[in-house]
């Protein structure tokens, strides 16, 4: 089993910036890709930002510019940088690892809340 702790969500207004982490209980280099989805009430998992072994990163087009997803191998930790909030955003916050070994795992989700 892969833990994955997250940390960093909250309630902030829109135009602000948050920041999340998700801690892994081994090391990103074992990791393939890692990164972040969301999910809004009544809505689809989506794709957030992810960031692969190699360090290439793609972003959802709602968020680039925006949005900076970032490692720090020493730490096995993964980083989302939210700026510019807006209340479009506001969602569950799901990190997501996907291992060498083809598993895949999920954190338990932190909620994130724009206000206007």
């Known amino acids: 089993q892969v833990q994955l702790v997250e940390s960093g969500g909250g309630l902030v207004q829109a135009g602000g910036s948050l920041r999340l982490s998700c801690t892994a209980s081994?090391?990103?280099?074992?990791?393939?890709?890692m990164g972040w989805y969301r999910q809004a009430p009544g809505k689809q998992r989506e794709l957030v930002a992810t960031i692969t072994s190699g360090g290439n990163t793609n972003y959802a087009d709602s968020v680039k510019g925006r949005f900076a997803v970032s490692r720090d191998n020493a730490r096995n930790t993964v980083y989302l940088q939210m700026n510019s909030l807006k209340p479009e955003d506001t969602a569950v916050y799901y990190c997501?690892?996907?291992?060498?070994?083809?598993?895949?795992?999920w954190g338990q989700g932190t909620q994130v809340t724009v206000s206007l």
């Open positions: 997501n690892v996907d291992k060498w070994s083809n598993e895949r795992y």
């Open positions: 081994v090391s990103i280099l074992s990791i393939r890709a």
